[in-house]
């Protein structure tokens, strides 16, 4: 049994925590799978370093309409791959090397294998294999080991085999036809993706949109899209996987009856699941929400005193910038328990990388609806601004909900290119009260410029005075 001042638990952002601030702390860094966690090895940065690969893929596509004759000559799945991962890759190995080796890292001790509390204060690390185990004991613990992918009971599927977001990514070659399981940013983002490189795909939804946790008229015309590009079958529930000489059947029921897809590869893309199971923190006093989430308070930290949580494991966002923000308050009230912060979680954005792309902060008007907010909204379409119109973008809009009398905003919603860039004003204005008119016309606007969809939504908005 050996004791420190502080284990982290999980390599992502609970890494950047420790840094030479605690340089006299004995500390002790847990995981258990690839340095580095979820978001370097399979989660944002791969993912959007093959939707760059796949943006420029289906450029050919539409590029006849401005008098452009382009073709896709080929798509090289292993250079494309490994141009991602060879990059990647040796990022995690060095942060590894890193916290094993560097002389600023002497009073850290990192431990390759599984955490789980055994009792109050004592966590136990198993190595992979099974054979070898420590029994670690604190003062304080930070618990950052993130989420996995939730798998559905599904008869048949664990026997034909499948893939989730941190396998796919890896694939020796590229399937003739994909089946994804889910309609979320995962599938989404996903179905861009191999759909550009020549893969027929299809999203496999059991509710009636895609993207429906959007704002609904976002989540309508991103349906709308995705149809035009791949099989999208929603009100579909799968309910078994077959293995057959031709490839992987799936049965599914819709209310029109029974449905069957042949594909090549399967893709499980449901949502995560907190890792509070694997930790066991039950053991060590911490509470946990009915949806597995470790429940924190305003400074981040759990039920168990001295015991810190962050990123996927309690976030309800599952968000990489989440994640970083919520580090740096945990960070910050370790070396100061006399001074803590507060987390802020009041506007986080998110964006789905698409196509096209999708960005939101704040209400959506369903949401404005069911908690009786008052709002009025404000819309701006890419095809009415200039830099829209020049490149004939006839689906993309910005929309903004405002406060009626104060103008300040509640929340805004953009289905387009580049939204997650295009939406970051509204996201200072919210952050720092700016109200509508102030933001509309206190500045200049680039003309003509993809912002100008903001400043004109913002203008369209109905206020008082």
């Known amino acids: 049994m050996t004791h420190f001042d502080l284990v982290v638990v999980g390599t992502g952002s609970g890494n950047t925590i420790v840094t030479k601030q605690f340089a006299d702390w004995k500390v002790a860094i847990v995981e258990r799978g690839t340095f580095g966690g979820t978001c370097l090895n399979v989660g944002c940065i791969p993912t959007k370093m093959f939707v760059h690969t796949a943006d420029l893929a289906a450029v050919p596509s539409g ?3 401005f008098g ?45 294998g599984t955490g789980r509390f055994t009792a109050e204060g004592e966590l136990t690390v198993t190595s992979a294999d099974g054979e070898q185990t420590e029994v670690l004991t604190a003062d304080k613990f ?20 499948f893939h989730t977001s941190e396998t796919i ?14 309609s979320g ?23 009636d949109l895609m993207l429906r946790h959007e704002d609904r008229e976002v989540a309508v015309r991103y349906t709308e899209i995705a ?26 029921l819709s209310p029109q009856g029974s449905d069957e897809l042949i594909v090549d590869e399967l893709l499980v893309a449901v949502g995560r699941t907190p890792n509070s199971d694997v930790l066991n923190v039950g053991a060590a006093g911490v509470e946990l929400t009915e949806d597995g989430r470790v429940i924190v308070d305003e400074f981040q930290e759990t039920a168990a005193e001295g015991i810190y949580a962050l990123g996927d494991l309690c976030s309800p966002y599952q968000l990489k910038h989440v994640a970083n923000h919520e580090a740096r308050v945990v960070k910050h009230n370790l070396l100061h328990p006399e001074d803590r912060i507060e987390a802020d979680h009041r506007y986080v954005p998110h964006a789905v990388f698409g196509s096209p792309q999708v960005a939101s902060v704040g209400l959506t008007e369903e949401e404005a609806i069911e908690q009786g907010v008052r709002y009025v909204v404000g819309r701006e379409a890419y095809a009415d601004i200039a830099y829209g119109w020049a490149m004939e973008n006839t689906t993309g809009f910005a929309k903004v909900l405002a406060d009626p009398d104060t103008g300040l905003l509640l929340g805004c919603h953009v289905i387009g290119p580049q939204a997650a860039t295009v939406i970051q004003p509204v996201i200072q204005a919210m952050s720092f009260g700016l109200d509508a008119h102030t933001m509309a016309r206190g500045q200049y606007w680039i003309h003509p410029a993809m912002p100008e969809l903001i ?6 908005l109905k206020l008082k005075g």
Do not use: C
């Open 63 to 65: 590029s006849s309409r």
């Open 142 to 161: 930070v618990l950052a080991a993130g989420s996995r992918p939730i798998v559905p009971f599904i008869p048949g599927l664990e026997e034909v085999g």
């Open 455 to 460: 400043e004109n939504a913002l203008l369209n």
């Open 68 to 112: 452009v004759d382009e073709q896709l000559t080929g798509v090289h799945w292993p250079e494309i791959r490994d141009r991602i991962f060879h990059r990647i890759d040796p990022i995690s190995a060095s942060g590894e090397e890193y916290r094993l080796h560097h002389a600023n890292n002497v009073n850290v001790s990192l431990y390759h």
């Open 169 to 182: 990514m890896r694939m020796e070659q590229l399937p003739r036809r994909l089946g994804i399981i889910g």
């Open 185 to 207: 940013f995962v599938a989404a983002e996903l179905a861009h993706v191999f759909s550009s490189l020549g893969v027929e795909v299809t999203v496999i939804g059991r509710s």
């Open 227 to 252: 149809k035009e590009r791949y099989n999208v079958r929603l009100y579909h529930d799968t309910v078994r996987v077959k293995g057959r000489d031709d490839g992987i059947a799936l049965e599914m």
